[in-house]
């Protein structure tokens, strides 16, 4: 039976590599009838009167465009079809085929030929010749999504921020394109350049346009971490009043809020997030840590206290360090209940059962 299998195996082994080797003869003859195709386009290109027409270069780009989406052996066609549509376009001084111009540069065409061998270029690793091709591609049609964005990412890859800022400003708003890495890269570039105020414009406009709860939160920690709690708070306010039930912006404002220190305002949003949201892990989290910070803090009293004082008044402070301990012993086993084994959950939940201990 092994040796039946074997030859089974073995015979559809050559099958396979038989179709593959005919594949490869039809993309062989594919190839051959582009390229005599192209051949004579080339050589009117080339002619001292014919070079001077539009329609040569119109002819040539089509047939460099054509031959890049059926052959692509040339890794440089798709710029060529670009290269000589521009031509074209330089010999039609009186715009009488301004129309047929329009239609081979901003066509499907040409769009396919620039975006397939862009791709083909950054599969093997070659970046800055797949870039150049996706900006391309860019002019080629600027209301498709996809060049734009392939554009931004490479050209971030690379280090050229400022086509990286031109690809996503276009992805945005001339695609109408919301992939949230647009925004967030786009407030990136800004921040290193030292712009904070472009920075909070890109991430106020992708929280505006996709709700995206990381850009949000990007968005408030660079108003903690730059001293702007006031805007942070006018801004988050107003989102509040728009949608009162999005309870992310809501627990966004209790976070501010908290960070402000006005402690009730921030207990009050969090109540009402969790009325929305039981299962709130970040609500549940900061509630566990507010009033555990509120019992670290009391306790301290309790520790600053001489002997004289303890005796009076420490038994009473003590008491009530336990209950804010208590209280934020459902919140932490609410988060080990919606993501059980967190280590941000794991050990001070074992610690405040520890503490707890001493309590009774």
């Avoid at 074997?6 to 390229?35: G, K, P, R």
């Avoid at 990136?188 to 850009?215: F, H, Q, R």
Wanted: glycine share 6%; hydrophobic share 35%.
């Amino acid at each position: 039976m092994k040796k039946i299998v074997f030859a089974l195996s073995f015979l559809v082994t050559a099958q396979l590599s038989q179709a593959q080797s005919v594949l490869d003869m039809a993309n062989d003859a594919q190839c051959q009838t582009q390229e005599n195709l192209l051949k004579p386009m080339i050589k009117s290109s080339e002619h001292a009167k014919r070079s001077l027409k539009p329609t040569t270069w119109i002819r040539l780009s089509e047939g460099y465009a054509n031959y890049t989406t059926a052959c692509g052996k040339d890794s440089t066609s798709a710029k060529q079809a670009w290269s000589a549509i521009h031509k074209a376009q330089e010999l039609d001084t009186d715009g009488e085929y301004t129309d047929d111009i329009k239609a081979v540069m901003n066509g499907d065409l040409m769009y396919s030929a620039v975006m397939n061998q862009g791709v083909a270029h950054y599969n093997v690793g070659s970046l800055e010749k797949a870039v150049e091709l996706f900006l391309i591609g860019m002019e080629v049609q600027p209301t498709d999504t996809l060049s734009s964005f392939y554009a931004g990412i490479v050209s971030n890859q690379l280090g050229n921020f400022d086509d990286a800022s031109k690809a996503f400003q276009q992805y945005i708003e001339v695609a109408n394109g919301r992939d949230a890495v647009s925004y967030y890269t786009l407030s990136t570039i800004a921040k290193e350049k030292g712009n904070l105020e472009e920075s909070i414009k890109w991430l106020k406009k992708g929280v505006e346009d996709t709700g995206d709860k990381d850009i949000q939160g990007e968005l408030i920690n660079t108003y903690i971490s730059n001293e702007m709690l006031d805007e942070a708070v006018g801004d988050m306010e107003s989102l509040v009043a728009s949608d009162p039930t999005n309870s992310n912006n809501l627990l966004n404002l209790g976070i501010l809020y908290d960070n402000q220190g006005k402690k009730q305002k921030a207990l009050d949003i969090y109540s009402k997030v969790l009325e929305m949201d039981p299962d709130n892990y970040d609500c549940n989290f900061n509630l566990a840590v507010f009033y555990f910070n509120d019992a670290v803090e009391i306790k301290k009293e309790v520790d600053a206290m001489d002997m004289k004082t303890y005796q009076k008044e420490g038994a009473a402070i003590e008491a009530k360090a336990c209950a804010a301990f208590i209280k934020s012993k459902p919140y932490f086993e609410a988060c080990d209940r919606i993501r059980p084994g967190t280590p941000d959950i794991v050990e001070p939940l074992n610690n405040l059962k520890n503490v707890l201990v001493q309590c009774k």
